[in-house]
């Protein structure tokens, strides 16, 4: 096999396709459902299950703080882990531009079998299509996923008044970080994106007997656009304490050099959490428990005042509405 360079005869079904599956895929994603090598994976779950999936085209690939397989596996194990489901396996699909570099790819996969380690998911079935260049920006992956539902009752539509909203850590990173990369951005700073796997805090909380009535991971459009969509789903409002938002200094000096929010920025490692208002010292206690989740804080409070409102309170005394994003900040993020 031709090393150097994914070639259209690595997607062409043959001996080429057959060599790139056996020697990289299958020795990164070894378990020994995938190695039935069926069509499909046959899975026996006990109880509820959790269905997710996503596709993932980042640019650039590779970024301070991960790449783009470290991302497809954390956004899909995260997706369960919102769902207080435990991630047990996944698929993986990649579509590959011919003449892409090997190691590259194998760099790639090599992230993702990490990123895997850290929830015990296994990646049990697969697709790899080859296409001839300029069809795709390098490469792309969709990842699904499957988990087992460890606390149900959880959703947008639960929150009621009284209820404290809860984040896990510093907000805006990984929009920041992309940003940083892709226009060359240099503040003398080493910020890197929070792509990180989350089920451990959220598997925390849930031993712990920590009354959650809502978990979102803070993706595309941030945490304003969490905080809208559950203020929408349940009819309430939610009232922001701007001053307990954490964001690091970077991240901060980005906005205010290029005129953004961090609460709008995307994250790949941060989440979201409505709790009983008496469990919110022990789901901080649960998070903090975990070096990533170090700045968790308790940053708002659901009550009626403005059903289906976001409001962001100033440390002045004024307040404003919170609004969803408008347009794309930054394409081609995740």
């Known amino acids: 096999m031709n090393t150097a360079a994914i070639q259209l005869a690595h ?7 057959n060599r790139l599956i056996h020697d990289l895929f299958y020795e990164s994603f070894h378990n020994d459902l995938l190695l039935q090598a069926e069509d499909a994976a046959v899975l026996h779950p006990d109880g509820p299950i959790a269905f997710t999936t996503d596709s993932f085209t980042v640019s650039p690939l590779f970024f301070g703080g991960g790449d783009i397989g470290k991302l497809a596996v954390a956004g899909t194990v995260n997706d369960l882990a919102m769902m207080c ?12 531009e011919e003449g892409f570099a090997f190691r590259d790819l194998e760099r790639i996969v090599k992230s993702m079998a990490e990123e895997l380690a850290k929830s015990g998911a296994k990646i049990v079935c697969g697709d790899t299509k080859v296409v ?3 069809s795709v920006d390098k490469i ?25 909203i809860l984040v896990s850590r510093d907000i805006g990173r990984h929009g920041a970080a992309i940003m940083m990369a892709r226009e060359g951005i240099d503040l ?15 598997e925390a909380m849930i031993e712990a007997g920590v ?28 009232e922001v ?13 980005i906005c205010e050099m290029l005129g953004f929010e961090a609460y709008d920025l995307a994250n790949e490692g941060t989440f979201i959490a409505a709790v009983e208002p008496d469990d919110a010292t022990l789901a901080l206690e649960c998070m903090s428990a975990y070096p990533f ?26 307040s404003r509405y919170l609004e969803l994003p408008k347009g794309e900040l930054l394409p081609r993020i995740c």
């Open 132 to 134: 001839p260049r300029g």
């Open 85 to 96: 489901a435990k991630p047990r396996w996944l698929s993986a699909g990649f579509m590959i």
């Open 241 to 253: 304490e701007e001053e307990q938002l954490p964001v690091c200094e970077e991240v901060r000096g």
């Open 140 to 164: 792309f992956i969709n990842t699904s996923g499957i988990g087992e539902v460890q606390k149900e009752g959880v959703g947008a539509h639960r929150l009621t008044e009284g209820d404290l």
């Open 211 to 238: 009354r959650i009535k809502a978990l979102r991971d803070a993706t595309r459009g941030g945490l304003a656009a969490v905080l809208n969509e559950w203020a929408a789903a349940s009819g309430v409002c939610i």
């Open 293 to 318: 989740c170090a700045d968790a804080a308790m940053i708002a409070e659901v009550t009626m005042k403005r059903p289906g409102k976001v409001v962001l309170q100033s440390p002045w005394g004024s």
């Open 188 to 202: 003398a700073s080493e910020l890197t994106s929070d792509c990180e796997t989350l089920w451990p805090p959220v």
């Open 11 to 17: 997607g062409g079904g043959g001996e080429e396709m």
